[in-house]
């Protein structure tokens, strides 16, 4: 399998993931009257700090789907890219606090911020992005969803 074919699949599967992890529950929510508030209660596992860090990852997994293929828009990617930047940029702000929480989540937002310059190399330099993207995704989640968790707790 030549590169662009697996960088493709690894699009392909980041994009299966996203719309699982964040467009269905979304869905459901909807459905279910519940929707989401910028007020959220720590009783759910919510703060402004796990929020911002969702945001920012929920945006880099919603538009990375337009940067498949080659030839990339690079005038498009630079504003993707900016933006998920001032959003990791926000989050990071939201979690200055030194509880647990906050400091899973500013790691999750450091290794966020570590993805989108991987694949910034990779668009601007024409080389593979990598086999990882994926994998890297899901962690970046599970932190985010680790600070959830702690939240609850009380951490």
Known sequence: MDA????????????????????IPWVKNEANGIGRSSNMSSASGNSPCVSAADNASSTWGGGIGRYVNPPYDLNAWSGFKSNVDGKISNAESECS???????????AMSDLRGLVAD?????????????????????????INDARGLVQSGK
């Open 4 to 23: 662009g074919r697996a960088f493709k699949w690894i699009i392909i599967l980041a994009l299966a993931f996203a719309v699982w992890k964040y467009v």
């Open 119 to 143: 694949l910034d190399s990779a668009i601007r330099g024409g080389a593979s992005p990598g086999q990882d993207i994926v994998q890297r995704q899901e962690a970046i989640d599970n932190k």
């Open 97 to 107: 606090c030194s509880e647990d929480s906050c400091r899973t989540a500013r790691s």
